[in-house]
């Protein structure tokens, strides 16, 4: 599993993201996401999706009081099911952080945060873009580590 942590400046937020989540290592994840402040159903929500052990699987959360989000991105069965997963997870942490800052859906302004959101993943989202079988390799090279941008 390898965590990136990310700040996006022109908006003020913070995102860690978890890329090739296995089940094997949930409480890391977990303690992330009760460091935002999310308990209860949520949390107990995330924890069966880690727990589930499935391919193609992801989660974001997100917390508008202290504007932090977490976004988990399991492994996949091939690279288009990767790329669908960070992109279905980006469009959730878009939607997340445009409502907490009351941006308009229909306005450039959330284009260019999806805009900064990508570039700012790109760095290791990319890493892991032939398909996560494969990338089972890369997080065995990475092994474990944070990546600041």
Same mark, same amino acid.
């Given at each position: 599993m390898v965590r990136q942590q990310?700040?996006?400046p022109g908006?003020?937020?913070?995102?860690?993201?978890?890329?090739?989540a296995t089940? $094997?290592?949930?409480q890391e994840i977990v303690q992330e996401l009760q460091r935002i402040g999310i308990y209860g159903e949520d949390q107990e929500?995330?924890?069966?999706?880690?727990?589930?052990?499935?391919?193609?699987?992801?989660?974001? $959360?997100?917390?508008?009081?202290?504007h932090e989000s977490v976004v988990v991105i399991g492994l996949a069965e091939c690279p288009a099911e990767y790329a669908d997963s960070i992109d279905h997870e980006k469009q959730h942490l878009v939607q997340h952080i445009g409502k907490a800052l009351g941006l308009d859906p229909y306005d450039e302004g959330v284009c260019y945060l999806a805009g900064a959101i990508g570039k700012a993943l790109n760095p290791v989202a990319s890493l892991f873009a032939d398909g996560c079988q494969c990338s089972k390799n890369k997080v065995k090279q990475l092994k474990y580590r944070s990546i600041w941008n």
């Open positions: 990310v700040y996006i908006y003020k937020w913070a995102v860690t993201v978890f890329y090739a089940c $094997f290592r949930p929500r995330a924890l069966n999706n880690l727990l589930s052990c499935q391919y193609n699987t992801g989660l974001t $959360f997100t917390s508008p009081a202290v």
